[in-house]
């Protein structure tokens, strides 16, 4: 259990965050169903009658909602999980071939590039030299 924890923390938690805009259409769903006066049938009657305000201000607090779950859901990560780092730190353990192939693996030139490159059919390159 020990050992198995904090890495089946790391999708449970980040998936929270995207859940979050979720948990906020359904209550809106419930209201319906069931009744309540609260800010949902007033959203789907405003998109009934075609009130762009009303349902772009609704679309933006989803996407707010959703940004602000990613941030707590990452944060919640760095909490949990000491192998996940941020800012400065995080930054200097960067490897050393970050964006290249480190030389043990890097790809070889044959030698034989630069006169195969030079002899392609219709090319005047060889004729020039004879």
Not at 20 to 29: K, R
Not at 64 to 75: F, H, K, P, R, Y
Not at 115 to 121: G, I, L
Request: proline fraction near 8%; hydrophobic fraction near 45%; charged fraction near 20%.
């Amino acid at each position: 259990m020990k050992h198995a924890v904090p890495n089946a923390l790391h999708p449970l938690v980040a998936y929270q965050g995207v859940v979050l805009p979720y948990m906020l259409t359904g209550e809106i769903e419930v209201a319906i169903v069931f009744g309540l006066a609260t800010v949902g049938p007033a959203i789907v009657g405003s998109m009934g009658v075609g009130d762009v305000y009303v349902t772009a201000t609704f679309m933006l607090v989803l996407a707010a909602t959703l940004i602000v779950g990613n941030i707590i859901s990452d944060l919640l990560l760095v909490a949990l999980d000491p192998r996940i780092r941020l800012g400065e730190e995080a930054a200097n353990d960067r490897p050393r071939y970050a964006f290249r192939h480190p030389p043990a693996i890097r790809p070889r030139r044959r030698p034989d590039a630069d006169r195969r490159r030079r002899s392609r059919p219709g090319s005047n390159s060889l004729r020039q030299r004879q």
